[in-house]
């Protein structure tokens, strides 16, 4: 039988005016799309299958739909893979220091999950008295 021709069709992707703090923060609830948003934090994009979860790959791609349409992320098609990236300067602008208030907590409330700091960034200080500053974060 012959393969399809057929082609998925590109991802919805909300605009970042109707991105929305209430999906925002469903999809920022669980703990495998924080692994999602934290390991996209650190690196600029990645592919969805070689993320750092114990779940099926149903499950998976559940919860990067949930990330993609509530805004938290974008995702593309290369080939036969999908690549994820992190909209980071979409929520900057709809949600001003939502995402670091977040991860600064999931930091401060999870075990082996430290804040990176980035020279010129004083240790002790939060990153919102650091406005110039970047903080990078790995678990």
């Known amino acids: 039988m012959p393969r399809s ?16 703090l209430y999906d925002v923060l469903h999809a920022l ?5 924080m692994t999602i948003v934290r ?8 592919a969805c299958g070689t993320f750092p979860v ?15 349409e509530s805004g938290v992320i974008s995702q593309r ?12 300067a979409d929520l900057e602008q709809r949600f001003p220091g939502l995402l670091d208030t977040v991860l600064a907590a999931l930091a401060r409330n999870e075990p082996g999950i430290e804040p990176r700091i980035e020279p010129g ?17 790995h678990g």
Request: proline fraction near 11%.
């Open 29 to 33: 609830s669980d703990p495998t799309r």
């Open 121 to 137: 960034i004083e240790p002790g200080i939060e990153p919102d008295d650091q406005p110039d500053a970047e903080v990078a974060w």
């Open 39 to 46: 390991v996209l934090r650190a690196e600029s994009e990645r």
């Open 5 to 20: 021709t057929r082609r998925r069709p590109a991802p919805a992707h909300p605009a970042t005016e109707e991105i929305d």
């Open 77 to 88: 098609g290369e080939a036969n893979r999908r690549f994820s990236a992190l909209r980071t």
């Open 54 to 68: 114990d779940v099926a790959p149903s499950t998976l791609s559940h919860h990067f739909k949930v990330l993609r």
